[in-house]
């Protein structure tokens, strides 16, 4: 073997070990958040969360891929299922489960709750319960890294309900039109809440099929595999970065629960629910990682970490405080005035 063979080896191996270390942390970090959603889940069938929930098991990849493609001073925007997506920012699990059960330690002061998570110190900018309010709003956020002469980028998620709101069509316009650093993310579950999203779509990939009519560059992909969300993602903020425009991505996956806290999902056929559940995104991301040569042990410790982190996290939630009345009108950001124009 030449000295040049044996360096290309040797390179291959590095990458190898560096992608596998990469690949081990987002597997712990979506561990994190199924576990996070498990006790959520939990919490509420024991009458300590208040209010509906819709959890995001089954998604992680998509949130956990799409972070790490991402820097730590992009803006990042949400539906009210956004659990994953404040956690992939940075959010804790004790903040987010103190949120949900209304706990002066929550992510918000419990002014939130499970819909309206925000993580403004990971650029996590909100979960919005208007469906599709928060693609305009992306557009204007990335206005602003447009004014500011930035190359931070703004990325929304929504559902594939969105796609046929008149605010995606609207934002996809004009993020085009302007050439704007905007990154639309579709997580296309196959459900808006209970109607499957083909039999009210004209066409076969909701998000997708719609880029076209914009003229903007659009992928549709594999949203149970990180790697693959991750790669993506880090193409279209590459492009946003410089100067040429957004790019809209639609990934596929399955919510392993309903689409909320009273739905039990009977409506989805038993073969469908079973073939999506081998697709799971931990399941993917374990595979890949036995192909990298990451031993068994170092992935079921990443579990384990992740199952301590999260059952601590609940026992701090339960006990911590109730939120202090005085709290209550702080940290609001309009009075009904107009002194914030200046």
Same mark, same amino acid.
């Given at each position: 073997m030449g000295s040049e063979d044996a360096v290309s080896q040797s390179a291959v191996r590095e990458a190898m070990v560096n992608e596998g270390a990469e690949l081990l942390a987002m597997y712990e970090r979506m561990a994190v958040i199924r576990r996070t959603e498990k006790a959520a889940y939990d919490l509420f /069938?024991?009458?300590?969360?208040?209010? %509906?929930?819709?959890? +995001?098991?089954?998604?992680?990849? $998509?949130?956990?891929?799409?972070?790490? !493609?991402?820097?730590?001073?992009?803006?990042?925007?949400?539906? #009210?299922?956004?659990?994953?997506? %404040?956690?992939?920012?940075?959010?804790? &699990? @004790? +903040?987010?489960? !103190? @949120? /949900?059960?209304?706990?002066?330690? =929550? $992510?918000?002061?419990?002014?939130? =709750?499970?819909?309206? /998570? %925000?993580?403004?110190?990971?650029?996590? /900018?909100?979960?919005? !319960?208007?469906?599709?309010?928060?693609?305009?709003?992306?557009v204007g956020a990335a206005w602003s890294a447009r004014l500011l002469r930035t190359d931070r980028i703004a990325v929304a998620f929504f559902g594939d309900g969105a796609t046929n709101i008149g605010a995606f069509h609207e934002a996809l316009n004009l993020a085009q039109v302007w050439r704007l650093p905007v990154v639309f993310v579709c997580e296309n579950n196959l459900y808006m809440e209970y109607t499957p999203i083909r039999s009210v779509t004209a066409v076969e990939n909701p998000a997708y099929d719609r880029a076209p009519a914009y003229g903007m560059a659009a992928e549709l992909i594999?949203?149970?595999?990180?790697?693959?969300?991750?790669d993506a993602v880090a193409r279209a903020a590459a492009r946003a970065r410089a100067g040429e425009g957004p790019t809209l991505i639609? !990934?596929? %996956? #399955?919510?392993?629960?309903?689409?909320?806290?009273?739905?039990? +999902?009977?409506?989805? &056929?038993?073969?469908?629910?079973?073939?999506?559940?081998?697709?799971? &995104?931990?399941t993917i991301a374990r595979a890949r990682l036995a192909g990298l040569g990451v031993p068994e042990a170092e992935i079921d410790e990443a579990d384990r970490r992740a199952a301590e982190l999260v059952e601590a996290a609940v026992r701090a939630a339960k006990q911590a405080p109730p939120p202090d009345l005085a709290e209550a009108f702080t940290d609001l950001w309009a009075d009904g005035g107009a002194a914030w124009r200046n």
């Open positions: /069938l024991a009458g300590l969360v208040k209010g %509906t929930t819709h959890l +995001a098991a089954g998604h992680e990849a $998509i949130a956990v891929g799409a972070s790490a !493609a991402l820097r730590p001073d992009d803006h990042v925007f949400a539906t #009210y299922r956004g659990h994953h997506h %404040t956690i992939a920012r940075g959010g804790s &699990p @004790e +903040a987010c489960l !103190a @949120e /949900l059960m209304q706990k002066a330690t =929550g $992510i918000c002061k419990a002014k939130g =709750g499970s819909m309206h /998570l %925000t993580y403004a110190e990971g650029g996590m /900018l909100g979960s919005y !319960a208007i469906v599709g309010a928060h693609l305009p709003m992306a594999d949203g149970n595999d990180v790697i693959v969300v991750r639609e !990934a596929k %996956t #399955y919510r392993h629960y309903g689409h909320s806290r009273t739905d039990p +999902a009977k409506y989805r &056929p038993a073969e469908e629910v079973e073939a999506w559940l081998k697709r799971d &995104p931990l």
